[in-house]
């Protein structure tokens, strides 16, 4: 397993911690998310999906594996989510810049 960076490891522990600040801060200013087709733009967007599909729901973390993606900066982790949301174990497709997380796309 590739070691987590820390943008990726913060994204973890600040869900697992309930802690929406340390959440958005993991992602730059104009970050994008996609969650099964449903977009998402900038930290205002992170924020927003975060309150309505991640600590909003309670989500809990917990890291299978974490691997080299196809693109420079590029890492697929997979993680087993639980909550009052979704529950279940898939890939994420993050891409990083200077740091921090500048592209998410969870899509299974």
């Not at 975060?50 to 590029?74: W, Y």
């Not at 979704?86 to 997380?101: A, K, Q, S, W």
Request: glycine fraction near 12%; hydrophobic fraction near 40%; charge should be negative.
């Amino acid at each position: 397993m590739t070691t987590l960076p820390s943008a990726i490891q913060a994204f973890i522990d600040a869900t697992n911690n309930g802690d929406t600040d340390a959440f958005v801060a993991a992602f730059t200013t104009d970050a994008y998310l996609n969650d099964w087709g449903r977009e998402f733009h900038g930290r205002d967007g992170v924020r927003s999906w975060d309150r309505t599909d991640n600590i909003g729901k309670q989500s809990h973390f917990e890291l299978v594996s974490a691997e080299p993606g196809e693109a420079t900066g590029a890492f697929v982790v997979t993680l087993t989510v639980s909550g009052n949301g979704y529950n279940g174990t898939g890939p994420m497709v993050f891409e990083l810049r200077d740091g921090l997380i500048s592209s998410l796309i969870i899509s299974g």
